[in-house]
């Protein structure tokens, strides 16, 4: 006869009951369980977490229906020995629950007929209470001594990182499902200035936050590593791709975007029938591998034809950027801002930036100097054929919409020789 249970609560958990993160529990906790129910020769062995009065179990072995649970939707607290025992109340070792008086009278004792149990409380490494490791059995279990609850012990702590890691992906995950939820994305622009007249030739989006959800630079890493990259990149990109009637006819959008949301690029241009493509930069950000080029360049060709052109973000900041400029033959490179800082009094920034233009004339690709902050640097660059710029010295990212229809960013007077 299964225990009858109230209603589970649906939030909290670290797995709640109506998901399922990376295919249900963690492997390395069912084999840990799995382990210990062979060797101890207990009926049943679990791992269970606490969340209010509420028990869920992560990992099962053994035989919990003979117990007369379902550990699906988890348990009420108050009808097992672990809440008790991970507060001290109970011991960790019952060898026969017969001769304890503590549990012998327990109504759980008797309904499911416990004869014996073994349990320790699972901490994260923060000190707090996750749960149990547990196993029970109807027999009796005499054998059993400290040096079983020792091995519990020492299982409990090697779970201790699986836990954390896991607990931190849920909570990673659901920050951002409530960012997706609730669109708490703004998207502020910065103008690109062509070095030769000083004219803003177009603008960069670039997502924003509340400061309480966290930093685009923590944000996007975080949703891809969640498995929730493309749908926060897609809510981005949709939000910039509605701004691009503030821009002058001229003007181009530039949007960021990882090898794996170029595929549903075109879909979200086609939501918006008014923008002219030829207007439209995606840039792949350099940060991510591309494992297949092959389909990348199969969603470019689409992309292409029809006028949107491709930019290389961050050139020279990691070790990509070359093979995506020889694969890919870009339209644009955009030369990273930790080459362009300081290039001025740094040779190697300099022949660094100028075998990037050299290769740009090659291929017939524009170059775009990203960072700017120092009148200096924007002169080197423009001394070595960089044909645009951008950064805090030609103009901050504003969400400031009124400012953009009025110009901002233009900086004809601070580009030297114009």
């Not at 080459?339 to 090659?362: E, K, N, P, Q, Y």
Request: charged fraction near 25%.
């Amino acid at each position: 006869m299964t225990i009858a249970m109230p209603d589970a609560p649906s939030t909290g958990a670290l797995f709640r009951p109506d998901e399922t993160p990376r295919g249900g529990a963690p492997a390395i906790i069912q084999r840990v369980v799995e382990l210990t129910h062979r060797h101890l020769g207990m009926d049943v062995a679990y791992v269970s977490q606490f969340v209010g009065d509420w028990q869920y179990f992560h990992g099962v072995a053994g035989d919990p229906a003979s117990f007369g649970v379902d550990p699906g939707p988890g348990l009420p607290l108050g009808v097992t020995y672990c809440a008790q025992m991970a507060s001290g109340q109970l011991p960790r070792l019952i060898p026969d629950t017969r001769t304890d008086a503590r549990v012998s009278d327990l109504p759980v004792t008797a309904r499911a007929r416990i004869g014996s149990y073994i349990g320790v409380p699972l901490r994260l490494s923060d000190g707090t209470v996750f749960g149990s490791f547990c196993c029970a059995s109807h027999e009796a279990h005499p054998e059993l001594t400290a040096r079983d609850v020792h091995f519990l012990e020492v299982l409990a702590d090697l779970l201790t990182t699986e836990l954390d890691r896991e607990y931190e992906w849920n909570e990673t995950r659901r920050l951002i499902e409530r960012v997706l939820t609730n669109s708490q994305l703004a998207v502020a622009l910065q103008p690109v200035v062509d070095l030769r007249d000083g004219r803003r030739i177009g603008v960069e989006a670039l997502s924003r936050f509340p400061d309480s959800v966290g930093s685009p630079a923590t944000l996007f890493p975080a949703a891809a590593s969640v498995g929730l990259g493309t749908e926060l990149e897609e809510l981005a990109a949709t939000r910039a791709l509605a701004l691009a009637g503030l821009l002058e006819h001229d003007e181009f959008l530039s949007i960021n975007l990882s090898p794996r949301t170029f595929r549903s690029a075109a879909r979200l241009v086609g939501r918006f029938a008014r923008i002219d493509p030829a207007r439209l930069i995606f840039e792949l950000t350099e940060h991510q591998a591309v494992e297949e080029y092959d389909d990348l360049r199969g969603s470019l060709s689409a992309l292409r034809r029809q006028g949107i052109r491709l930019a290389i973000d961050d050139a020279g900041a990691g070790y990509a950027s070359l093979f995506h400029i020889v694969q890919l033959e870009p339209d644009i490179i955009k030369i990273d801002r930790s080459l362009v800082h300081g290039a001025a009094t740094d040779r190697a920034r300099r022949s660094v930036i100028r075998g990037f233009v050299s290769l740009a004339d090659d291929i017939g690709a524009t170059v775009i100097g990203e960072g700017v902050e120092q009148l200096a640097d924007l002169e080197v660059l423009r001394d070595l054929g960089v044909d645009a710029a951008q950064g805090y010295l030609l103009g901050r990212p504003t969400v400031d919409y009124d400012s953009i229809q009025g110009g901002f960013g233009r900086s004809d007077w601070i580009v030297p020789g114009v």
